[in-house]
């Protein structure tokens, strides 16, 4: 009795055949319009700071090191690929790719980090009137965004995490390349 039984077992387990994928050998197709990984394109971006204001999960950093000089940085680790970044950014630098598959060891393999040259303003070629009122014109203010990009965490000014140690620390900024 119980022998038959477990031969019906195996007979109906069996019967279907191999119904899985021989994954990662052999990969399905990706399906068309799949919302992968976020890619950024730095010849395009403006440094407009929209996509990090907008993204839910909080994985997108910026800090203004000087008038100048905003490095922006992307902390793939956290993202939950849902595209709103791509969607707001007024420019069209960020694409939504079809890579998903991107475990690993290393939140620097799927970190993006650009260092954008802040222009300044196109009719008189100086850096903008610091004007309190005006958010765009504080865009450029040194500290305006300071998020901690080493520990990867998000902190405004206005924030009670801001430090003006942390502000100062700016000056002794070196890229990451010169290190
Ligand atoms: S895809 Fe979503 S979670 Fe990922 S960076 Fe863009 S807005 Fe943030
Ligand atoms: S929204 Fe677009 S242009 Fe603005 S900072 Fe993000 S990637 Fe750059």
């Known amino acids: 009795m119980w022998l038959s039984s477990k031969l019906k077992q195996i007979l109906m387990v069996l019967k279907p055949g191999v119904v899985t994928l021989d994954y990662p050998n052999e990969r399905p197709p990706v399906p068309q319009n799949l919302r992968g990984q976020p890619v950024f394109d730095h010849q395009k971006c403006i440094g ?9 999960a909080r994985c997108i950093l910026v800090r203004d090191v000087c008038q100048e000089l905003r490095v922006m940085l992307y902390e793939g680790s956290r993202c939950t690929y849902c595209g709103r970044c791509a969607d707001i950014c007024p420019e069209k630098a960020i694409t939504m790719s079809n890579s998903f598959e991107i475990a690993c060891d290393d939140k620097d393999d799927v970190t993006t980090r650009m260092e954008l040259f802040m222009m300044s303003c196109q009719r008189c070629g100086r850096c903008y009137e610091m004007e309190k009122t005006n958010a765009i014109d504080r865009i450029n203010l040194k500290g305006f965004r300071y998020d901690n990009l080493e520990q990867r965490t998000l902190i405004r000014k206005t924030s009670e995490t801001f430090s003006t140690e942390m502000l100062k620390e700016s000056d002794n900024y070196t890229r990451p390349s010169n290190k």
């Not at 929209?50 to 839910?56: A, E, K, R, V, W």
């Open 48 to 56: 407009c700071g929209g996509c990090s204001d907008h993204c839910p």
